[in-house]
């Protein structure tokens, strides 16, 4: 048990459908983070949330639109997305500020396909 | 962030240490390493991190040289439940307030032998 709860751990979706992930910590943490693992390829960061803010958006297509209602909550929301888009969706959260060495705590994923 | 190397596979006999080596030869001086370890359809999960000593906690033992050109993670006594991708990562410490990325690279499949 990290502190870290994604759900759904398993998501099959088609092309047109519309889908919302959900992150949840319970480590008082203030940032949270989503990142995306294809097969065999190291996980690359989406979106960065500090404080409620988004602080970092690397280059993700529209089609996944994130949203951070408070500090304990992330969503990635889904929509026409692509079959090169299954993958594992991880959520992380940490404790940034005064001792920024601190490390960020990730959930088990949500494992997403795409047909 | 400064580059790390792993070897890319590594075995060890379970009961034995797993001394898994990292090399992070243009670390910076405000830059900490950290380990995580991902099982098979898990997230990464956290191990040990560090800037210049030694550390130790309930899971591992982190070494780092003196230059700090490399470090090694030590799993005491390995089980068949450490088989696992091992991750070495290095990040600098910034500015407070900042939350930045985890850049992992390609880690090492530990691999734990009966």
């Known amino acids: 048990e990290t502190g870290v709860t994604q759900t759904p751990r398993h998501l099959v979706m088609g092309m047109t459908n519309k889908k919302s992930l959900k992150c949840e910590q319970h480590?008082?943490?203030?940032?949270m983070y989503w990142y995306k693992q294809s097969a065999k390829k190291p996980l690359e960061l989406m979106f960065v949330?500090?404080?409620?803010?988004?602080?970092e958006n690397n280059s993700v297509p529209s089609r996944f639109s994130p949203e951070c209602p408070n500090s304990s909550h992330l969503f990635l929301h889904l929509h026409t997305l692509q079959p090169e888009d299954s993958a594992l969706y991880l959520c992380?959260?940490?404790?940034?500020?005064?001792?920024?060495?601190?490390?960020?705590?990730f959930g088990d994923g949500t494992r997403l396909s795409i047909l | 962030d400064a580059k790390t190397t792993q070897p890319p596979s590594m075995d060890c006999a379970e009961g034995r240490a797993a001394n898994l080596p990292c090399n992070h030869s243009?670390?910076?001086?405000?830059?900490?390493v950290y380990w995580y370890r991902q099982i098979h359809s898990q997230g990464p999960q956290y191990i040990i991190h560090?800037?210049?000593n030694n550390e130790t906690n309930e899971m591992a033992s982190l070494i780092i040289t003196e230059d700090r050109k490399s470090s090694t993670l030590i799993l005491p006594h390995a089980t068949l439940r450490d088989t696992a991708v091992y991750y070495c990562?290095?990040?600098?410490?910034?500015?407070?307030?900042?939350?930045?990325?985890?850049?992992f690279g390609s880690g090492t499949q530990l691999t734990v032998l009966p």
């Open positions: 992380a959260s940490s404790q940034e500020g005064d001792r920024a060495n601190q490390p960020q705590h």
């Open positions: 480590l008082g943490h203030n940032a």
């Open positions: 949330y500090n404080f409620k803010e988004q602080t």
């Open positions: 243009t670390i910076s001086g405000n830059e900490y």
């Open positions: 560090g800037l210049k």
């Open positions: 990562i290095v990040r600098a410490q910034i500015s407070s307030g900042s939350a930045r990325q985890l850049t």
